[in-house]
């Protein structure tokens, strides 16, 4: 073991030889420390790092996974997974996060930089024992010290580097189905969003839009005319995000095949041949993303759809998800026939079942394919959870030569650490389960704590048969997420916001228009997270440190002045919230609504509606809204409108930029600091404007502690 | 359609010819109207009733199904099944329950007697609107008139004829597995039990204490000395409880196979041979459970395990469950090797997975087979529902005979209304999720409006591994339900009191002993509820109809005075309650606790450390308990323990029995009526003892509204 020192705060573990997953680039100052702070190491064939927990330590962090916020009292498997059934005994999803926070008499944050498979079991063989087990001993091990866990996860952020922005249209609503077939239903679904006056930015293309599922062909049948359909689309307003799988087809003539093949770009088996599995074209080779020409060629692939005017894409089955091999299909289908003359017993009989059943996604399979990183020949399985990072990384290097200074919309279903580099993430395939939208809402903290702040999960859900209820009550809280996207499988009912009855087409409408109508809030907090690298959703407890506080896990805060407490259960006509200060009730219908009221801190039970969104606004804080508008760049930002609950004195960072350039990161934004201050009965307003110019007018309501709403209105100078 | 009056709040409605599920034997008066009550008729190939609702209409009912108390927003499909992966879109359990309640404008209950498919669409298709679709239209309809949910529940509880009564021993712990696997392993067991002072009635025999799964074998490598091994385990206090399965194992020589045989005793298929299928012993033949000559050959059978020692049964695969025919596997079978040759596109190859996942419990072979009922034949789907309701009826008919008057333990996986006249059910193939946790409490109540008084559900959860959390707080809410029995699947982690730490085993120890010391209110609030034809469980709306009662999904009333607001989330602390009214909390940690509390009406906050379990004691009510004992004939009733909430008034009536016959059917049985009155600033008590010669005092600690403790003592005049 090497230790370094990064900082006086964060040291790092160096073990054999990693590989380097680029995730952090910092050296730091060798140190002769033979022992790792805090937790006690065990060295055998693998690594085991133990921590004993106190009753009342938190773990907080592992981004994309199961059950809650504190993810005490489970194991959780590092190994990224194409598995859509998300019920709790699920260890593995889409992602693989290794970065947990304890929060406790020691508070400290533990990074495993490993791609191989990682098990946190966070007090779930023995209760008060974390046990971190690392499969492959070559590796990076990087603790974080902190007075606060916000802290330690601000520490992190720090050294993983800048976060992915999209585009500033990306913000708005966005509808996907597997799959929208025809330039005619893509047409009608457009259509139907601008006759029912419900603001829409995109549409998206499931996997049918491709001829016979091959990545960067367009099928013709349906889409005869895609560029001039592109193009015709983005005038009504719309954006049409085309999806990329992870899997090339094998069919002579195709080029993408052919070139991969000339050039060695796939990954290989034991005897150096392409290796094959079948994915949704049938059998695939998998490009070898993990080496640097395939992921420069397979990148400036995107340049056959950017050209046709795509400005964004969705890369999926990048775990990479496997169907099936011929390894897999030949036993099955031997098993059968073996099975086919016997009286066969019962377990034989589910031996024979299991063959079938267990094909997808197979561990032998992951272990029998190869990659070539700088030379050097690197067995699948050691790198599986970096596959989907480097394909989502060859994505975004692509785009970045085709145009680069455009924002373009990208995000990953399978992802790693230090992947929010280069692009968002969503949730994966859910189900339209009222238990996967509390998940949701418990994951996006989590998430942002790993570095991913483009983040969303399907609304509405995607497999199973959703409801309008379900759906009015996701889409109240996927409003928040800055990736707001429905999404739901072939085969499923339809879920879009007009599918049901009138009223949920109204309730729905209304709210993707607060979306709208908040997208001064919702873009100014995401990009101030992402420049101060910052969080945009965090656990109540990153901000109030109560014993009550520390036990919440269905609120989350949201940007610096919102906290959320979601409705996710069905038939619900209201719910308890936990609030540690006072604050105020928005719980808008639509995004005009004057329903404020003044909630004192303590435990509530809030009547919520089920057009009603209860939206909490912090003590001394403000958010900021406009007028709502059918997509984003129509959204005009001549007025302000700010809620502002105050005591004593309230501060807000208004942040704007162009939407569509990287010009930010040279300092080309705007802000608009905004102070309100009470003054014996009345309230002072500061308004100083650093370069905005297109806001003409801040209108004003202040609500002060009794509940006294006060209006005012200050011009802006120019 | 003919309709009759049953009394003047209960009609009925006949179509066709319908099947005597032999539920309901009232014929009633003959009436000449041509609709039905409340609803809307749609009559076609099958039939419809439709319902309009109010947002407010709060529908209850449907026994053992997912989702909420109030069940709106989902569709139920009462085709029972044997499925253990109970996410939210099922919509078959193992049980047929068809009664629901309509509380809203107008009340009314409605149960169709039917014992073929029969949906519930519950406003998920239209939000407003119920739609009971009955696909047989040979069929009885009853409606139900009442003034409140109860009422009408209490209306339908006395149509549909007593309630099952167990012996009272069968109210104790007991603990499964599945398997246990020999003598020596259930010896280990009960003794630890004994070392671990942790109280038990019975351990279970899971399929493998059988000769190669054959009923009414006992495996003799396994089980040398069976009547030995039974007795001496009884003598230690356990009781042990075999599995019997629906399917019979075809093999020459085997007795109850030749017998089925040689009088036509099993379901046939349409060339009248008897219906092939495979379960557990492989390839087995049904019997023909609706006739009446099977019924009685079969239920004579247990007299094989009976003579051995045995005194309770669990009915299992009755649905029936099954797992293949020959031709699903020969199609299977056939797609494999047709799919062989094929560079399969990926819509062929689910086909063929889909071939082998979907073998079990398949549609086709559900109609493939035939019953003989009085003669007539008639095709085992149109009377699926009543397979496993007339298995428990064969099995309760025959330990009629075999010793008339004793109380048998006995309850069955599948089920349909009626089948409360002859055991009880457990809520069949759970998982270890704290999803089914919450289930489990809102299933009992509505299991409890159906009829079926004697119910529990796996705790600690069948199927996936558990943990030491989930085993406790699973606990400390089955400690209520009248069977209260731990159960887990093959190859999962070992989940009995004593499986996790020792602060594990001391907290459940603590949990079942509370059980033990309540088993006087438990079992006077059964026996109440058996006699009187009324609730054990009920949802807290059923005796509060304030508008936040109504919403209540997570806290339920047991018997006449507790109120339960259990712990069911990972990692809680503590929970949320409401309060109809001022209550007692009785926070025991165990069983001689005196942790009260007086809490005020409204919305609470308690919090609930892991080894407390939250107990509300409702206004002038009253609970009984005594000292707990290592098994329930161990229970000494010498001393009762009361403890009373008063503010004016309370009255608690005590009843007790030989807890062994069916004595009490003629009076045999005995009470003691307790009254507490407010007088001034002390209580007056007065106790009616009717036959009781047991108790010889009664202990009370009465607590007032302001929650000051008055100890009295009475002693039992002779």
Known sequence: MNSFMIDKNIFKYTFGNPIDTETICLEGEKKDEQYIKFVKLEEGEDLNLIYKMDDSDIVYGLGENQRGINKRGYIYESFCTDDPIHTENKKSLYGAHNFIIIDGKDKFGMFIDSPSKVVF??????????????????????????????????????????????????FGYQQSRWSYKN???????????????????????????????????????????????VSNLKDKG???????????????????????????????????????????????????????????????????????GIEGFWNDMNEPAIFYTDRSLKEAIKSAKDSEKKNLDIYSFFDLKDKFTNMSNNLEDYKSFYHNVDGKIINHYKVHNIFGYNMTKSAAEGLKQIEPNKRFLLFSRSSYIGMHKFSGIWTGDNSSWWSELLQNIKMMPSLNMCGFLYIGADTGGFGNDSDSELVIRWTQFSMFTPLFRNHSALGTRSQEPFAFDKTTTNITKNAIKIRYALIPYIYSEYMKAAIDRNLYFSPISFEYDDEISRRVENQILCGDSIMLAPIYEQNAKGRYVYLPEDMLLWKPDNYLSKNYKVVKKGHRYIDVDLKEIPIFIRKNKMIVKTEAALNVEKIEDKQLNIIAFVEDKAKYLYYDDDGKTYDFKKGRFSTIAIEIEKVEDDFKISVKNKGNRLVKKINFEIIDIEGKVYTKTISLEK
């Open 238 to 308: 719309f954006r049409l995000i085309p999806i990329i799988d992870a899997g090339v087809k094998i069919e002579k003539g195709y080029k993408v095949y052919e070139e991969g093949i000339k050039n060695n770009y796939f990954c290989s088996d034991k005897e150096e041949n392409p290796f094959m599995a079948a994915v949704w074209p049938g059998r695939c080779h998998f490009p070898d993303f993990l080496n640097k020409d395939t992921r420069n060629w397979f990148g400036l692939k995107y340049k056959i759809l950017t050209d046709l």
């Open 121 to 170: 079991d966070v007090g779930y063989s023995k209760r008060d024992e974390l046990k971190v087990n690392i499969e492959d001993k070559n590796v990076n091990i990087y603790m974080i010290k902190g007075f606060k866990p916000k802290d330690i996860v601000r520490k992190f952020l720090k050294i993983i580097g800048d976060t992915y922005v999209p585009p500033k249209w990306a």
């Open 183 to 229: 330039e005619k239903e893509i047409n009608d679904i457009a259509n139907k969003f601008i006759e029912e006056d419900i603001p829409c930015d995109a549409i998206y293309l499931d996997i049918d839009y491709m001829d016979k599922f091959k990545d960067f062909t367009i099928n013709k049948k349906d889409f005869p005319n895609f560029k001039e359909f």
